[in-house]
């Protein structure tokens, strides 16, 4: 029973950890953009992720990390792209990523359903 | 020995702690004891230099809690996502290696290069990197 409740208890913990990275992103994005230092408003989500990109750890049905620009204009593939890099150049950020049972990194536009993955 | 201390009454405190200790010293007993406790340190010393020589002995389940809180610098990541390409460029073609051919400080202007290019999407090394261009290669920025 103990080993129960454990289990429940680490569960509910990593769901904490995975919000309070979304809920940081989100308001790291929100200051950049009021301060100038981001042309664009970046907003994360968590999404169903792509299966072919699943791992051991990756959570059911929460795999994906979607950085979503709010640009105000399309943006484009490459500047997309450049984001994306940019988050996969942080070693320590997709370290944390993975562990927390993400396996998919989307950037998607603000208009329509252009993104890459 | 008991006969011994009936016959002299007056030292008999003195004598039988001596004989006590004496008969401590002189026991089989206490030799195994002793042997068989610095075996017992001696195999706690080697263990522990085993474990010390482990790849993952470093990891203590302190660490391991601790790096739960590990904090990730998000307005870092921000600025390398607003300006870490326009930095780059800059410093990638001030610093650049080819500027400094026959001159003292070309040596550090690679070492420069190759930090800039290592670290091309992270705003923070650049901008320490900036500094460093700034006073060892005596290069003039805009801003």
Redesign the interface.
């Known amino acids: 029973m103990w080993y129960k409740i454990i289990v429940i208890a680490d569960w509910f913990g990593e769901m904490a950890?995975r919000n309070k990275?979304v809920r940081?992103?989100n308001?790291?994005?929100k200051?950049?953009f009021i301060a100038g230092?981001?042309?664009t408003l970046?907003e994360t989500k968590i999404t169903l992720g792509e299966s072919a990109f699943r791992h051991a750890f990756s959570k059911f049905l929460g795999g994906g990390f979607r950085i979503k620009a709010l640009s105000g204009r399309p943006m484009e593939k490459s500047e997309l792209i450049?984001?994306g890099?940019?988050?996969l150049?942080?070693e320590?950020?997709v370290r944390?990523l993975i562990s927390l049972g993400w396996d998919t990194l989307e950037v998607h536009d603000s208009q329509g359903f252009r993104g890459c993955k | 020995m008991e006969n011994i201390l009936l016959q002299i009454p007056s030292n008999t405190a003195v004598i039988s702690a001596l004989t006590k200790s004496q008969l401590i010293f002189t026991s089989f007993w206490f030799w195994a004891s002793l042997i068989e406790f610095i075996v017992i340190i001696l195999l706690i010393i080697k263990l522990k230099k085993r474990k010390s020589n482990l790849s993952f002995a470093e990891l203590t389940k302190d660490k391991i809690k601790s790096s739960k809180d590990l904090h990730i610098d998000m307005d870092n990541l921000m600025n390398s996502i607003g300006g870490s390409k326009d930095l780059y460029k800059e410093l990638s073609r001030l610093c650049h290696p080819d500027k400094f051919i026959n001159k003292p400080e070309q040596k550090i202007a690679e070492e420069i290069f190759q930090e800039i290019s290592r670290h091309k999407r992270n705003y923070e090394k650049l901008a320490l990197l900036r500094e460093r261009a700034k006073s060892e290669l005596n290069i003039n920025f805009k801003n």
């Open positions: 950890e990275l940081d992103f308001k790291a994005a200051n950049a230092i981001s042309p970046l450049e984001v890099k940019v988050v150049d942080n320590e950020l944390k």
